[in-house]
């Protein structure tokens, strides 16, 4: 199993869950900018939209979107406990990554984070997101995890929640999204997957001033 | 089993695939301007962001989000074969959902829809949109459906792409795609659904129109 990543992006949620399974995957880093891997071949070969995570699984297929590639991973691991067994447990699970998904993911952090998108698409999510934020907050107060135990939704939610500390937003706002985001930091899997990420980031981070 | 849902909207994903099913449920539609259901009530206390669809299910709980809820109706009636049984199959449906949800209805449509989206957001969704269209012309070339077979991942995309007929965008670019949509319009499940829908819609807009 190969896991394409980019340091701290959204492919973070599928190695925390590699983690937590103590799979065997290696991992082949994307460039964020030439969108090539380390032996120089194009990604887009990979991923036509260039995004990642990709995960090429055993057999050889490609599989592409967080939802599916985390929901794999639980599959093929089913003694991590990444996702519930029961119907309606798993019902949850699939709402949770939707959610992450559509509301957080894409329809706040993207327009954020994309340097070619408009100041005024950014003002936009940034309002929308204030209404997910005190969903998120309502929900997670006195709980633990999105579900009853640690899941992939968590792993999801720990990676986006991350990228607010480079954006306006402030989650000293929703208190439970705060305990929860640093509660699920200080997680073994969690911290290996974001330290190691970090120096991976950093490194690119170098090479592009480099050139 | 009941949904909840507002006519024409990604909600009639699921009624396709209750049609498809042949199951029994009732259909409780939400005013999209006062967010009321017919009788009275507040839809915010079903779901807090007001979005549809949402699932009663038969032992009372509320499910939100497309992905999740097209997915336990599936599991749900088994016999109609709405998502694969094998383990690949269900990780290419999971992919197929993920990438309509985010990449096209919430990351293209939503702002095109959003009357307070101001234009730039507009104008940068539907730059970004050529290359989700331009990658699902690619894979439904030569294909019937998304999958092997029909699936609830066809019932969202048709669904999805009957929008575009209030949009700039132009199907006739992608003619694999436009080919697809009509193909699916006149399957007898998504025919109904429509058939049904944009009467509800009508009426919607002749209420509103009388306030």
Chains 1, 2 share one sequence.
Not at 17 to 37: I, M, N, P, Q, W
Not at 131 to 156: K, T
Not at 191 to 203: F, H, P
Request: glycine share 4%.
């Amino acid at each position: 199993m190969q896991l394409y990543f980019t340091p701290l992006s959204c492919s973070m949620a599928t190695r925390i869950c590699l983690y937590e399974a103590g799979a065997e995957a290696s991992f082949v880093e994307v460039d964020t900018k030439s969108k090539r891997t380390p032996d120089g071949a194009d990604y887009h070969a990979i991923n036509r939209l260039g995004q990642v995570p990709c995960l090429r699984t055993d057999d050889g297929a490609v599989l592409s979107e967080n939802a599916a590639i985390l929901q794999y991973v639980a599959r093929r691991f089913p003694d991590a406990q990444l996702a519930p067994r029961d119907d309606a447990g798993l019902a949850r699970l699939q709402q949770w990554l939707c959610f992450i998904g559509t509301e957080l993911h894409k329809a706040l952090f993207m327009p954020l984070f994309d340097t070619e998108a408009p100041q005024e698409a950014k003002r936009y999510a940034l309002e929308k997101g204030e209404a997910r934020f005190a969903l998120l907050d309502a929900h997670l107060a006195g709980r633990e995890y999105l579900l009853d135990a640690f899941s992939a939704a968590d792993a999801y939610l720990v990676t986006v929640l991350n990228w607010t500390a480079v954006t306006p937003i402030d989650l000293k706002r929703w208190p439970a999204v705060k305990s929860y985001h640093e509660r699920l930091r200080a997680r073994p899997s969690v911290a290996k997957a974001m330290a190691e990420e970090l120096v991976s980031y950093q490194a690119q981070q170098a090479r592009h001033q480099a050139a």
